[in-house]
């Protein structure tokens, strides 16, 4: 393949982070065997003795006056592959629309500076991009990831907007055995919006800790600031010093602009610098982080001037070593390039190849499909994809649905419900609308052990037949298909928490086996028509989910000890309490559903959505007693057959991959559940409980 990357700098890395990025990126990219030129606008700031690379081993290096003298390269650009376009070009709306015009192949706009380009274009600064140009790049790469690409897709008609985090060339960031010169140094350009961090994490720990010594290595801060006597200024810092100031330092602080900060998962390129030298980091807090990095574990966070003065007290060398095996094992060069390689191979990436884009009238808009549509998590599903604006038809049998759900759903004009069971061949009502489905979400099946249990043949026809059933609508529709799999999968696990990779421990003859093996084999034939390239598929992989619209006697653990506690009956505990779950509230699960669904994701992988926090029975029967008023009598039973101990997702891959977590508390989900519950059940005593816990 063939680049061409016009950007703000290769050449100089004075007074800018982009120099840096792109050399380790299209480093990498080069030695995957691509040809890479980069274009870079003359100016004085980056000339002369700022300027420390010359003469790149990957890549061709040339400089253009102006946007006259830019004309010369169309030739090259319109040959190209794939042209990319960098934030803060000089004159880039213009640029932009050259680089466009001229392009052959597929053409991309790679924000190193995602949330200060927003806040620009929402004040009307159109500096380096504009409204009108971002719509005509195919891609639109971005150092930020999470809810701000759902964002320039939605608001800026970007017809794919893709996370390209930073990345680090561990062969040029890694420790080095150098005395330790500082105990907090920070490296970074001065901004107005990052001094106050500044301040209160680095400049008053060292006024309150004059034994400690302190570094600040960065150009263009003011001469009237108050440094410390024990704070040493760098004025400039080339890269090929950052490895040393790194490992001199025994610990280094990362500090994020505000933009950054509020648009959450904009990790610096000096996150990944100082962590591929193993230095332990000291860091401002935003959304998104803790899928970067473990909070105490590989980051220490900090929020105040004591925070950080904490943090210099501790012992911190194991925090180093594990950031450093964090960088090395995602955030590497080789990974962005791998990832750059993947968006522009598959040109825009908003639906793979064998996906149809639909042609729809007013009068016959396209539609999504839900399986289980009136179950528990179904209901809530279509109501929020209601509230989105989209066409639901809903396909359930009603074994296990509640009427009510049902009632609230077909008051809304854009839902059409359709009774049928998907272990039969779908209704003439399904087939006659396949041209229309542009979405298919399957969540018809029994998830609770009684239902599942009380017909284990329909449940694993359900699984596998019903699944194989809705598969090849999807190929005949050409709809992207999402199944809702289950942490069952991994049955009794030997692995904590439980990451996608693990195969599970599943006794594959026991009672649960009809819905444990069940899903096994419908994600097995899921990937199966994914790799044959039959259909767009994405798996999720559900752990406890609770909240309003559960059944009352569905056996599942919240209901059960809500519905008891709320009407004053013996509270059952199967096994002593201390076997653990995770619990996550259905309004972040079907968040975590659509976004998987409208994800990149390579439709080869499964992603796990639950809540990370792992609690014992008896925690949670505490937090409902909290609700609804105890004490109560406790009923101990036997644990069921191949119950499983423990279980907790790690949710890695959908933190980084949708920028999903989990946002509502087990104290503020169980809440509104029992308030839920009350009402169902409609006690006067219930009303009264729940208003005096409240209380």
Known sequence: MKLVVLGLSLGSSWGNGHATTFRALLAAYAARGHEVLFLEREVPWYSGAHRDLIDPHFCRLAYYQDLADLERWRGEIAQADAVIVGSYVPEGV??????????????????????????????????????????????YLSFTGGPTLARIERDYGSPAARALHCSVDPQAYRPLDVPKRWDLTYLGTYSPDRQPTLERLLIEPARRRPDLRFAVAGPQYPADIDWPANVERIEHLPPAQHAEFYSASRMTLNVTRADMIAAGWSPSVRLFEAGACGTPILSDRWDGIDSLFAPDREIVLADTTEDAIAALSRPAEAIGTAARARVLAAHTAAHRAEELEAYLTKRTAQSA????????????????????????????????LLARGEHIVCLDNLQTARPSNLRVLEAHPNFTFVEGDIVNPLPDAIVALTDRFTRIYNLACAASPPQYQADPEHTMLTCVTGTSHLLRLAESSGARFLLTSTSEVYGDPEVHPQREGYRGFVNCTGPRACYDEG????????????????AAVRVARIFNTYGPHMHPDDGRVVSNLICQALSGRKVTIYGDGSQTRSFCYVSDMVEGLIRLMESDADGLEPTNLGNPEERTLTELLDEILAVTGGPVAIDYLPLPVDDPRRRRPDISRAQALLGWQPRVSLAEGLARTCAWFAEEIGSADVERKLTVAAE
Request: hydrophobic share 45%; proline share 7%.
């Open 94 to 139: 213009a640029v932009a629309r050259f680089a466009q015009d001229a392009a052959r192949g597929v053409t991309a706009f790679y924000d190193i500076d995602t949330p200060v380009t927003l806040a620009k274009l929402a004040r009307g600064d159109f500096e380096y991009l504009s409204p009108q140009v971002i719509p005509g790049f195919d891609l």
């Open 519 to 534: 899903k096994r084999a419908a994600e097995a034939m899921t990937f199966d028509f994914a790799r044959m390239g039959r």
């Open 353 to 384: 190849p064998h996906e149809r884009i639909a042609t729809m009238s007013p009068q016959n808009p396209p539609l999504t499909l839900v399986a289980g549509g009136a179950g528990f998590i179904g209901s809530h599903l279509c109501a929020e």
